[in-house]
């Protein structure tokens, strides 16, 4: 294996480009220092469709395009980064491994401020200007960086001081969303403006206020179309983006690594969306031993692409369409991937069929054409989904606690295991959904074991994010009309739970559920929301093993013959 060391430490981008662009395969990278920074002026530009961010040309600092066997080894140096760039992509490349460095930018794509003061009109926010760049033109607050300025575009998120994590039933913008051109900004002395808007509920002096000014544009790793992919030892600080997206991959490893804000940097925000995002991938994604915390949404995310039939052009052809517009432009399968056909309603697949051509359309539309007859009762809007692409998993070993919204959400059915984790989240700690109407994501479970876990406080922010630390919600409307279920086979044993409210557990068209030997207390760290009627809701499932001695549990529309064992007398609906 040849080696490359880097040494420009002012600016390490056109060294990396000469190494990766023209040094070939076996090759390590070798960062030997304490510092580096990365600047946009002379980096790798493509325009990249990437899933759950925004779409467009990007800069980027270690582009990985049709390597084997490449080591990007950081010697435990920082990685600073400046203006609109992402850090790595991979992509149609096998065997790579990112180790030992972590990942900042020098001004963040987010800001922040302390609360010193509201009212029924607003609040008073003192920011440090210098950390945290700003201007006001009419009222506008605008925040400068490093070759970009943004306005308030995502509204605003209060943070708890003390917890380090979301205020209690905070939310978004405080109780809900806010149009961009309401929020109205005052100068009142060099330190501390007054930001007036349409609040649904009033902030607590002394909290954090965190100013989300910055679409998804910049991701920190993003991996395409690669396979064995190694993250050792990598701590992603911030990132204009997710932490980690991967579509179309095989075989994803992250072991002894992190998403948090950088120690010392007094940030309550670590990467603007989700920690790490995996799209129609397959093969084995293992998340060992890793740390998640303060980023602004879900810490994993495990999914495929429900794609919708536009057009039927004959008996083995239609028109498709990505719906959602953070999907637009992503593959959707390849010649010879097996795809589902799925009601749009029910969720359930009717059908399969073998891909033989996808030809694109453009960034929304695509023609597939199938080897076989589709069934005669197809029809538009029912869905496809990639069952070529759908992935086992394994998280092991893992902290997440301090983000905005859900923990875990899982939706393949690959063979999962959450085992020996901690987990903490505004929202549901494990939420396994899927839907064909919204965001489109797709991968009914088939074989999930959570156990030996503990789960903390879950579920302290809205209700849109959860209604029991684990979650199961696929959004079908009346799932007891349904022949069958959606999901099945979900274990869930020798868990601690500890949380202030009421639901422990909420599953939705399950088809063999068992919850046994788990153990739950009462933390009083809020006050209850109230939000199931009982610790245990079930909805519309089947064939149910449930050990809830001590524990309120509430059935409605099962099916007999199920065995649920509690120290309260069950309501049956």
Same mark, same amino acid.
């Given at each position: 294996?040849?080696?490359?060391?880097?040494?420009n430490?002012?600016?390490a981008?056109?060294?990396?480009?000469?190494a990766?662009?023209?040094?070939?395969?076996n090759?390590e990278?070798?960062?030997s220092?304490?510092?580096?920074?990365? &600047?946009?002026?002379?980096?790798?530009?493509?325009?990249y469709?990437?899933?759950? $961010?925004?779409?467009g040309?990007?800069?980027?600092?270690f582009?990985v395009?049709?390597?084997?066997n490449?080591?990007i $080894?950081?010697g435990?140096?920082k990685?600073?980064?400046h203006?609109? !760039?992402?850090?790595?992509?991979?992509?149609q490349s096998?065997?790579i491994?990112?180790?030992?460095?972590?990942v900042d930018?020098?001004?963040?794509? &987010?800001?922040?401020?302390i609360?010193?003061?509201?009212?029924e009109n607003g609040?008073e926010?003192?920011? /440090?200007?210098?950390?945290?760049?700003y201007?006001?033109?009419?009222?506008t607050?605008?925040?400068?960086?490093?070759?970009?300025?943004?306005s308030?575009?995502?509204?605003?998120?209060?943070?708890?001081?003390?917890?380090?994590g979301?205020?209690? =039933?905070?939310?978004?913008?405080?109780g809900?969303?806010i149009?961009?051109?309401?929020?109205?900004?005052?100068?009142?002395?060099?330190?501390?403006?007054?930001l007036n808007?349409?609040?649904?509920?009033?902030?607590?002096?002394?909290?954090?206020?965190?100013?989300?000014?910055?679409p998804?544009? %910049?991701?920190?790793i993003h991996?395409?179309?690669?396979? $064995?992919?190694? +993250?050792?030892?990598?701590? =992603?600080n911030?990132?204009?983006?997710?932490?980690?997206?991967a579509?179309f991959c095989?075989?994803i490893? =992250?072991k002894?690594s992190s998403?948090r804000?950088?120690?010392g940097?007094?940030?309550f925000?670590?990467?603007?969306?989700?920690a790490?995002h995996f799209?129609? %991938?397959?093969?084995?994604?293992? !998340?060992?031993?890793? @740390?998640?915390s303060?980023?602004m949404?879900?810490?994993?995310?495990?999914?495929? !692409?429900?794609?919708?039939?536009k057009?039927?052009?004959?008996?083995r052809?239609?028109?498709t369409?990505?719906v959602?517009?953070?999907?637009?432009?992503?593959?959707?399968?390849?010649?010879?991937?097996?795809?589902?056909?799925?009601?749009?309603?029910?969720?359930l697949?009717?059908?399969s069929?073998?891909?033989?051509?996808?030809?694109?359309?453009?960034?929304?539309y #695509?023609i597939?054409?199938?080897?076989?007859?589709l069934?005669?009762?197809?029809?538009? &809007?029912?869905?496809?989904?990639?069952m070529s692409?759908?992935?086992?998993?394994? +998280?092991?070993?893992?902290?997440?606690?301090?983000?905005?919204a859900?923990?875990?959400?899982?939706?393949?059915?690959?063979n999962?295991v959450?085992?020996?984790n901690?987990?903490?989240?505004?929202?549901?700690?494990?939420?396994i959904?899927?839907?064909?109407? &919204?965001?489109f994501?797709?991968?009914?479970?088939? /074989?999930?074991?959570?156990?030996?876990?503990? @789960?903390?406080?879950?579920?302290?922010?809205?209700?849109e994010?959860g209604k029991?630390? !684990?979650d199961i919600?696929?959004?079908?409307?009346?799932?007891?009309?349904?022949?069958?279920?959606?999901?099945?086979?979900?274990?869930?044993?020798n868990?601690s @739970?500890?949380?202030f409210?009421?639901?422990?557990?909420?599953?939705?068209?399950?088809?063999? =559920?068992?919850?046994?030997?788990?153990?739950v207390?009462? #933390?009083h #760290?809020y006050p209850?929301?109230g939000?199931?009627?009982?610790?245990?809701?079930?909805?519309?499932?089947?064939?149910?093993?449930?050990?809830a001695?001590?524990?309120?549990?509430?059935?409605?529309?099962?099916?007999?013959?199920?065995?649920?064992?509690t120290g @309260?007398?069950p309501?049956?609906?």
């Amino acid at each position: 294996m040849t080696r490359f060391e880097i040494k420009n430490t002012a600016d390490a981008v056109p060294e990396i480009f000469a190494a990766l662009m023209h040094g070939g395969d076996n090759l390590e990278v070798y960062f030997s220092g304490r510092e580096f920074h990365f &600047y946009p002026d002379f980096a790798f530009e493509r325009y990249y469709y990437i899933s759950n $961010n925004r779409h467009g040309l990007k800069r980027v600092a270690f582009p990985v395009t049709g390597k084997k066997n490449i080591i990007i $080894n950081g010697g435990g140096a920082k990685f600073i980064f400046h203006g609109e !760039i992402i850090p790595f992509v991979i992509e149609q490349s096998s065997a790579i491994t990112l180790k030992n460095f972590s990942v900042d930018w020098q001004r963040p794509f &987010y800001s922040q401020g302390i609360i010193s003061g509201v009212d029924e009109n607003g609040i008073e926010l003192k920011i /440090d200007r210098e950390r945290y760049p700003y201007h006001i033109e009419n009222e506008t607050i605008i925040f400068d960086g490093e070759g970009w300025s943004h306005s308030i575009n995502e509204g605003v998120f209060e943070m708890d001081s003390n917890t380090g994590g979301p205020a209690y =039933l905070s939310g978004d913008s405080l109780g809900g969303y806010i149009p961009p051109a309401q929020f109205r900004a005052v100068q009142l002395d060099e330190q501390t403006i007054r930001l007036n808007a349409p609040f649904q509920r009033r902030a607590n002096a002394g909290n954090v206020l965190l100013l989300r000014h910055y679409p998804r544009l %910049c991701p920190g790793i993003h991996l395409r179309q690669s396979r $064995n992919i190694c +993250i050792e030892n990598v701590e =992603l600080n911030h990132a204009g983006g997710m932490g980690l997206i991967a579509q179309f991959c095989e075989n994803i490893h =992250l072991k002894n690594s992190s998403v948090r804000p950088a120690a010392g940097s007094g940030r309550f925000f670590s990467v603007t969306v989700d920690a790490t995002h995996f799209v129609n %991938c397959r093969g084995l994604i293992r !998340i060992e031993d890793c @740390f998640f915390s303060n980023q602004m949404d879900d810490f994993i995310n495990v999914h495929g !692409i429900n794609t919708r039939i536009k057009k039927i052009i004959d008996r083995r052809t239609v028109i498709t369409e990505l719906v959602h517009h953070e999907q637009h432009g992503t593959d959707i399968g390849f010649p010879g991937d097996r795809m589902n056909i799925s009601d749009n309603v029910t969720l359930l697949a009717y059908a399969s069929n073998t891909v033989q051509n996808i030809e694109r359309i453009n960034s929304r539309y #695509s023609i597939i054409r199938f080897e076989n007859d589709l069934p005669p009762e197809l029809k538009e &809007y029912h869905v496809l989904e990639n069952m070529s692409w759908t992935p086992d998993v394994r +998280i092991a070993g893992c902290t997440g606690r301090n983000n905005r919204a859900r923990g875990c959400l899982i939706s393949t059915p690959g063979n999962v295991v959450i085992e020996n984790n901690r987990i903490g989240s505004s929202g549901a700690g494990i939420k396994i959904s899927g839907d064909a109407n &919204y965001w489109f994501e797709s991968g009914a479970v088939r /074989d999930v074991v959570i156990r030996n876990n503990e @789960f903390g406080d879950c579920c302290y922010g809205p209700a849109e994010w959860g209604k029991a630390v !684990i979650d199961i919600d696929p959004e079908i409307a009346d799932p007891w009309k349904n022949p069958e279920c959606f999901h099945r086979n979900i274990r869930i044993e020798n868990n601690s @739970f500890c949380t202030f409210d009421t639901g422990i557990l909420y599953a939705r068209s399950v088809d063999g =559920l068992t919850f046994n030997n788990n153990t739950v207390t009462l #933390s009083h #760290s809020y006050p209850a929301a109230g939000r199931l009627p009982a610790n245990i809701v079930l909805d519309a499932c089947r064939n149910m093993n449930v050990d809830a001695a001590g524990l309120s549990v509430e059935c409605n529309h099962t099916q007999p013959g199920s065995v649920i064992s509690t120290g @309260f007398q069950p309501s049956l609906g």
